[in-house]
């Protein structure tokens, strides 16, 4: 888990806006379980690309080395997927199971081998192919959506 106070990779930033606006923000931020942080950090790179035309050149757009981060830069999107303790995901205090796992990569369309790389960062040992694998389904009036195998 990051310190963000703490770590040379992250900086302050701070600005005026109207109480009511302020106010909508953070009941939301509150409300979809999404630090205010992680909130002002999205909102900054959709401006910049807005902007710029481009998307901008930080951790975003590196490749995610844990499922932490996995999980944080793409916290919105998964909000949609139904997995449970997202933030502290996020933030590394849990660790998702194999089937969330797999929910997230599938959401997220991770490409199987950053998958095991991910997997392998995270728990810092090796994956070994299991002929078995996990089906994952989303069930939704009994029509099985976005079937997933993860082995």
């Known amino acids: 888990m990051t310190d963000r106070r703490r770590s040379d990779d992250y ?11 302020a106010l909508e923000f953070k009941s939301i931020c509150a409300r979809l379980g999404i630090s205010q ?6 909102m900054a790179h959709e401006w910049i690309a807005q902007k710029t035309g481009s ?3 930080s951790s975003r757009n590196a490749a995610p080395k844990t499922i932490a981060d996995l999980v944080r830069t793409n ?3 998964l909000k ?9 995901l996020a933030k590394g205090e ?12 599938s959401a997220l369309a991770i490409p199987e081998e950053e998958r095991v790389k ?34």
């Open 11 to 21: 900086k302050q930033i701070s600005g005026y806006i109207p109480l009511d606006l």
């Open 37 to 42: 942080s992680d909130a002002i950090e999205e």
């Open 55 to 57: 998307s901008s050149n």
């Open 75 to 77: 916290m919105t999107e």
């Open 80 to 88: 949609r997927c139904g997995i449970k303790n997202l933030s502290a």
């Open 94 to 105: 849990v660790l998702p199971t194999p089937g969330d796992f797999a929910i997230i990569t």
């Open 118 to 151: 991910i997997w392998e960062e995270t728990f810092k040992l090796s994956v070994y192919q299991d002929t078995r694998g996990v089906k994952v389904y989303r069930d939704s009036g009994g029509v099985k959506e976005d079937e997933c195998e993860y082995s």
